[in-house]
C-alpha cells in the first residue's frame, strides 16, 4: 500500500473551514484513500474515503487531485470538537485487513 | 445499536504477568482487527480475523502474543510475560464487508489502557 505524508499539525479558527492535505504520490490505479479521525482519548472513527472522484458527506468532503497523488479534506465549518488527530490512509482494493497508519495531522480548532 | 465495546478499559500489571484484553464486535460483523497505540504513535497492526479463515497473524509482535476469535464474535488478546515495552492502547475495530474485495469502514472501540509496570 501507497504511504502518505500529512503535516505534523495545524489550527483552524472556528466555524472557518479546516483544509487537510494529504500527499499520495506513489497511490497505484486500485487504491482508495481513506481519512479516519482520533479525538482524544478514543477509537479513531471513519470520515470519509474515495478512489478519484470528489467525494462528500455529512461530516466532510474530500478533494482528490486528478492524478490522485494529493488529496485534501475539508471541514466546511470547523467546531471545536473538531480537534483530533486526523489520519489520511491508501489501501487497495482487496486489502482488508491493515490499515497502515501514519502520525497523522494534529488539528486544534480554536475558538 | 451497541458498538463496538473492549474490557477492561484500564490495565495495571507487573512485568512478568500474563493480561487478557477482551472485545466485543458488533453484531454481524464478521471482520474483527486489533491494533495497538503507542503514546504519540500511529496505530500498529497486530492481527485480523474474517469469518472462519484463518486469521493474518503478521502483526504480531512476538510469541507471547495470540488472540483468539470464538464463535465468530468476541475476541481475546493475551499477552503472556508482559514487558514494560508492551504498555500502549490496544483498539479492537470490526467491520461488516458489503462488497467482496473492497476495503470497508473500521468501528473502533474505545481501546484498553495497558501499564506494565
Known amino acids: 500500500d501507497a504511504k502518505t505524508t500529512q503535516p505534523t499539525s495545524m489550527d483552524c479558527a472556528e466555524g472557518r473551514a479546516a483544509n487537510l492535505p494529504c500527499n499520495h504520490s506513489t497511490i497505484s490505479g486500485n487504491e482508495y484513500v481513506y481519512w479516519y479521525r482520533q479525538i482524544h482519548s478514543q477509537g479513531p472513527q471513519y470520515i470519509i474515503h474515495?478512489?478519484?472522484?470528489?467525494e462528500t458527506n455529512e461530516m466532510a468532503s474530500l478533494i482528490i487531485t486528478e492524478d490522485r497523488k494529493s488529496s485534501t479534506l475539508i471541514l466546511p465549518h470547523a467546531t471545536l470538537r473538531d480537534t483530533a488527530v486526523y489520519y489520511c490512509i491508501v489501501i487497495g482494493a482487496g486489502n482488508n485487513r491493515k490499515l497502515i497508519w501514519g502520525l497523522g495531522t494534529s488539528l486544534a480548532v480554536n475558538p | 445499536g451497541a458498538g463496538v465495546s473492549q474490557s477492561p478499559s484500564n490495565k495495571v500489571t507487573e512485568k512478568g504477568k500474563d493480561v487478557e484484553l477482551r472485545c466485543d464486535p458488533i453484531?454481524?460483523?464478521?471482520?474483527l482487527y486489533w491494533y495497538r497505540q503507542s503514546l504519540g504513535q500511529g496505530l500498529e497492526f497486530l492481527i485480523y480475523f474474517q469469518g472462519n479463515s484463518a486469521p493474518d497473524k503478521s502483526g504480531l509482535p512476538s510469541d507471547r502474543f495470540s488472540a483468539e476469535r470464538t464463535g465468530g464474535s468476541v475476541s481475546t488478546l493475551t499477552i503472556q510475560r508482559t514487558q514494560q515495552e508492551d504498555s500502549a492502547v490496544y483498539l479492537c475495530a470490526s467491520s461488516s464487508p458489503r462488497q467482496r474485495g473492497v476495503h470497508n469502514e473500521q468501528f473502533f472501540g474505545p481501546g484498553t489502557r495497558l501499564t506494565v509496570l
Open positions: 474515495g478512489l478519484k472522484n470528489n
Open positions: 453484531s454481524g460483523h464478521t471482520a
